[in-house]
């Protein structure tokens, strides 16, 4: 497994300095466009590509789970795109402006753009979009608008943000698959859950949609009359809804489907084809769906209110082991409550390790007055894992035999996914649970929902399950949600990291990254920070 | 045995089969097995409800699991889907909207049920229909030959190959045939019931759908072939020892026609009785094989709607399917009858 991880490592710095040979500067002011020189692109063509579960929605504007987050951005857009690193760059909005006390962000819109059914786009639409979808309907948008008072449009073609307090994680999220943008005059006044317009989506999209099966597959069709003018290069997008990994992988390797995003294949078979010569692995484009795989302890149960004995746990896993082994090298092993692609926040400097290592863990244990008893036993406890994908159950199963070895007791319990969400968030029955959530563009959007003890809410899941509660997080929360001065927000989320970290309620045990695998004749699969998966594949093309 | 419901008397016998089945005891037949169909269907959307409404976790925890939903949406939608009320009235609303053929709406699908279960119907009765059609007719010509062949190296040979079919499970079968026929020699589509986007239609279509459904129905048909061979093998050791088969022989007529006329005849009955059954099964219990092959149909939706806790969906899919099973029940039925005439209405 050794070679693997170096493997995947030589293939991140080769796509990396492929890109450096293909154009000098990365970050230049267009990174996306200038890649796509490096060939010309070819008009025309299909491209299909495989995921699953099937969506419930074909817009993300009012669910953030995963099918929707594909999807939308191929028939929405949002006001910005990203470049890498997150670099906001014009799409419906041309440019804006905040001003100094940050309680006002000025957008001017981009002139001429038509939604589908061929009606002019105004800033009525932003402004019904944020007001009256996503501050109500969305998951994450609820929380991170919840200061948007008004948006005020002066003329057709400007829209002013008024807050009420200063919102700097926002202009994260203002992409296609964030914060789409509906068209007003389908939506207003209806019943917004359940408008037919949620399963034919009327956008302003690069594509329009051609047909939807539910729960098989969607087709959609170039628009002609895209603003981006040119784009997107292809005819077609397809994209099949296959349950069975190793079917995805046989129609893929087959040349039945052309390109996988978001680790759609099981990892081996990722990594098996990314040596073949006719294909190409990609880990890039996935900054805004940053995910961890993370271990909550429930602070309400006697054994975890001692922080030791939540040490003393963390001391008995080999993180590397976990990742090398069970997430066969895409993840790094988890460090702190943040991701690593949140570059601008994350550090691991003065923040508290648990290198593994069985003598400190019993050690541990023994000054938390929990000895070993009689039969070796210090005490019993049960593992909750996700019932989603095999990493969390893997996870649980090495652990048991970790926490064997250190005296620990534990059962490992296989429900299905409603039973464990109830079980861990509305009736709080466990010991300890593993998951893999989103850990969001900004730490404010996905990483204080797990620490801040205002979000301690029965009944919501990935909410702070471990009922975690510091004063002094919280504080530091509360204060990056305003702060304007990118040094100062930077300085609160270090303090944020070293704190949690230091009382673990939850423990980070992979940070995990992503892959596509495409066929080598498709080209400019991810040119930006949104890659294919999660933005809009106008560039994308294929070759005769 | 040979009785006639009185009623049809001895001109009944005189007037044949078909007229019987217009007149005599037909009409009320039909009454007395729809109403018992009506209960039996009552009872299966009663049991599924309170199955899974016992389970715990409702369909708004599902759809807050995954999408992040703050804890007001959540009451939101409780209201919006009627999921704050008590089981029992839930139940009533149901029952109600029921009885005027409404089946409600499916969150999860942002679509009526009754769109969801007819877009996914044809997938499954497709797939029913070929494959019975096919595992039967191949079966039963494999049972016949064995049969005539008994103690040969032919029925030796046959009894094999059944013992293999039957022992192989369907998911094996399947996923051998995609290696070999997709990924080493690129022969078949591997997902879908068509070409997705395709703009073929009539019987380029039909040739476009059918190279789709090569794997599936092959991977469904096997198990069944080798129990239509084994019973079909049986039957007909059973019916060639009859004594109608030997004056059959006595007379003279061709052993062909002794075979596939007379002796089969009797020898389909039990292979009637298997075909109702597999029919049954397939319609919600392909779940493996539309998996594997990403056909969207009555078993994946059952599956999803169980696991998502969608009961309006799920209620659908079982009220749908158990319609389907007491339908085929009663075609089972009447063609024991055209098969058998002794068989009479009970």
């Given amino acids: ?544 | 045995m040979s009785t006639l419901a009185p009623v049809a008397g001895v001109t009944a016998q005189k007037r044949g089969r078909l007229t019987r089945f217009v007149t005599g005891p037909l009409p009320r037949y039909v009454l007395r097995r729809l109403s018992q169909a009506i209960l039996v269907m009552l009872l299966v959307v009663i049991g599924s409800f309170i199955l899974v409404k016992s389970a715990p976790g409702d369909l708004v925890d599902v759809i807050g699991g995954n999408s992040d939903m703050t804890a007001e949406t959540m009451e939101l939608l409780r209201q919006q889907y009627g999921l704050d009320q008590p089981s029992y009235i839930q139940l009533f609303h149901y029952m109600i909207k029921l009885a005027t053929f409404d089946l409600g709406y499916s969150p999860l699908n942002a679509a009526p049920v009754l769109d969801v279960i007819l877009g996914r119907l044809p997938v499954t009765a497709i797939l029913v229909v070929v494959s019975v059609t096919i595992s039967m007719s191949i079966g039963t010509v494999l049972g016949v030959i064995s049969a005539r062949n008994v103690g040969k190296p032919v029925d030796l040979g046959l009894s094999i190959l059944m013992l293999m079919f039957y022992a192989t499970p369907s998911f094996v079968i399947a996923i051998a045939f995609i290696l070999f026929f997709s990924v080493f020699w690129n022969l078949l589509p591997i997902a879908g019931f068509a070409t997705v986007g395709t703009r073929a239609t009539g019987l380029m279509y039909a040739w476009d759908v059918a190279k789709h459904l090569v794997m599936p129905v092959g991977a469904l048909c096997t198990f069944y072939i080798a129990i239509y061979g084994r019973i079909g093998r049986a039957a007909m050791l059973e019916v060639l020892k009859l004594d109608y088969v030997r004056t059959a022989r006595a007379k003279g007529i061709s052993e062909r026609r002794v075979i596939y006329v007379h002796a089969l005849r009797n020898a389909m009955l039990p292979l009637v009785t298997m075909a109702g059954l597999q029919v049954s099964s397939l319609v919600g219990g392909a779940v493996l094989i539309e998996t594997i092959f990403g056909l969207p149909g009555m078993g994946r939706t059952a599956f999803d709607a169980v696991s998502e806790r969608d009961a309006n969906l799920l209620l659908g899919v079982l009220f749908i399917s158990s319609l389907s099973v007491v339908v085929v029940n009663f075609i089972i039925d009447m063609i024991y009858m055209v098969l058998d005439p002794r068989v009479e209405l009970a």
């Fill in chain 1, 1 to 544: 497994m050794k070679n693997t991880k170096h493997f995947l490592h030589r293939r991140t710095f080769l796509a990396g300095l492929a890109a450096g040979v293909a154009l000098p500067s990365v970050l230049g002011i267009s990174g996306g466009k200038a890649f796509a020189q490096a060939a010309t692109p070819v008009a025309g063509g299909t491209v299909t590509t495989v995921g699953w579960p099937g969506p419930t929605y074909l817009n993300a504007a009012i669910t953030t789970a995963g099918p929707e987050s594909f999807l939308s951005p191929k028939f929405f857009d949002g006001l910005c795109g990203y470049d890498f690193g997150m670099i906001p760059k014009p799409a419906l909005a041309v440019s804006w402006e905040t001003s100094e006390d940050g309680l006002k962000t000025t957008f001017k819109l981009r002139d001429g753009v038509k939604w589908h059914d061929g009606q002019p786009f105004t800033a009525k639409d932003v402004a019904f979009t944020f007001m009256q979808v996503i501050k109500v309907h969305h998951g994450r948008g609820r929380s991170l608008f919840a200061d948007l008072q008004t948006v005020e449009t002066p003329d057709d073609l400007t829209a002013v943000f008024v807050f009420g307090r200063p919102a700097p994680a926002m202009m994260k999220a203002l992409d296609g698959r964030e914060s789409p943008i509906l068209p007003a005059h389908i939506y207003e006044g209806t019943n917004i859950l359940e408008n037919p317009a949620n399963t034919k989506p009327i956008g302003t999209g690069a594509y329009k949609l051609t047909s939807y099966e539910r729960g098989a597959n969607v087709v959609m069709e170039k628009n002609p009359e895209y603003w981006d003018t040119g784009k997107p290069y292809l005819d077609q997008l397809i994209i099949q809804y296959v349950q069975d990994p190793a079917t995805r992988s046989a129609m893929f390797e087959s040349g039945q489907c052309d390109i996988v995003y978001l680790n759609f294949l099981p990892p081996l078979d990722i990594l098996r084809l990314a040596k073949e010569p006719g294909f190409e692995m990609d880990q890039r484009g996935y900054e805004t769906s940053a995910s961890s795989q993370q271990m909550d302890f429930n602070l309400e149960r006697e054994h975890f209110k001692d922080k030791r004995v939540r040490q003393a746990i963390a001391h008995a896993l080999d993180l590397n082991w976990i990742n090398e082994n069970i997430w066969h090298g895409f993840g790094k092993p988890g460090a702190s409550p943040l991701h690593h692609e949140q570059k601008e926040f994350y550090t691991t400097e003065g923040v508290p390790s648990y290198p593994f290592d069985f003598k400190k863990a019993e050690a541990l244990l023994d000054e938390a007055g929990y000895p070993r008893g009689a039969n070796g036993v210090r005490f019993e406890m049960m593992i909750d894992p996700t019932p989603y994908g095999d990493e969390s159950l893997t996870v649980g199963e090495y652990m048991r035999e970790q926490l064997r070895q250190i005296g620990i007791t534990a059962k490992l319990r296989s429900e299905d996914y409603a039973v464990f969400i109830k079980r861990c968030w509305t009736e709080r029955d466990f010991d300890v649970c593993i998951y893999t959530a989103a850990m969001g563009a900004d730490p404010t959007i996905g990483v204080q929902r797990f620490y801040w003890s205002k979000n301690i809410k029965k009944g919501v899941a990935f909410s702070n399950g471990s009922t975690y509660s510091n004063p002094e997080v919280d504080a530091l929360l509360e204060a990056s949600q305003i702060e304007l001065d990118p040094v100062k927000r930077k300085e609160q989320f270090v303090k944020f990291q070293q704190l949690v970290m230091a009382d673990l309620p939850t423990l980070p045990i992979c940070e995990t990254t992503r892959a596509t695998i495409a066929h080598k004749k498709v080209k400019d699969y991810t040119v930006d920070a949104l890659g294919g998966a999660l933005g809009n594949m106008a560039n994308c093309w294929v070759e005769a």
